[in-house]
């Protein structure tokens, strides 16, 4: 399924697509899943190219990978905010696969399998843009409420954070975080609509800021910007009291970003 949503301030066509995958886990329990994050910088001159390249072929490409079970997961965000714009990454890919091995395929990007006729150069969009950073990550738990639409995924907030003991901080926010907010969403007591949280696993060091991220998803920016919660709602204080044990430096850093086209199972 795909529809027109909504558009970038860019001369492409956005499309967004239902993402059951991300959604689906049910009970908590540790995943193999790897999810690998890649920065791009797109100069302002090539980002109506880059998308329209990225929407209309590569997409498509990822959508064989997804139907011929090599892939999980395919996403484009555009970052809408920073405080070096003309220096920091304004794109992120996610690529979610089953396992560390098979996000060594290279393979699933050869374009000839889908467009035969094409000249990569045609497809490419290297020659546009710079990645920055890649990242693999541990996917460990998400939810999302349970009406959830095409239209409620519009943007997401991703949160970076930095501790002493990654694999005790992820394990307790996704143990206490992961049903509050679900239970959250889905009985109105806030505006997200979908939450995630994912392990840090390379590159890692006193260079990298950080060791594991989450992320939100929101239907508008303004309720992405101000998030709403209603009067009342009794938060998991415990989970904070335990997480801030192995927190370095400040608690978080945020970027927020605007969903361009998403492909799942």
Known sequence: MQKTNYSLPLSATILLLVV????????FAQSDNISVYAYRKVPAEN???FVERETKYWSKVAKKAIDEGK??????????????????????????????????????WDTKKVFPDVPLEKISTANL?????RYMFQSIRSESKSDISDEDLKYVKIYYHNSSNPYSYVQT???????????????????QVAWGNDRLLTPMGPDIPFTSVSWDFYPSLQSTLMPQWKDGTEFPT????????????????QEVYQAVIMIGK
Not at 129 to 133: A, E, K, L, N, P
Not at 173 to 191: R, V
Request: no cysteine; charged share 25%.
């Open 20 to 27: 059951s995958f991300l959604f689906n886990t049910g009970a």
């Open 238 to 253: 415990q989970m904070f009291e335990e997480m801030e044990k192995t927190m370095i430096g400040d608690r978080w850093g």
């Open 71 to 108: 892939l999980e997961f395919w996403g484009l965000f555009y970052r809408i905010d920073g405080d070096d714009m003309q220096n920091e990454p304004n794109f992120l890919f996610v690529n979610v696969f089953k396992d560390a091995d098979q996000a060594m395929d290279y393979s699933i």
């Open 47 to 49: 980002m109506g190219e």
């Open 173 to 191: 926010e996704a143990e206490h975080w992961g049903p509050f907010i679900k239970k959250a969403m889905d009985t109105g007591l806030t505006s």
């Open 129 to 133: 843009s710079t990645t920055t950073s």
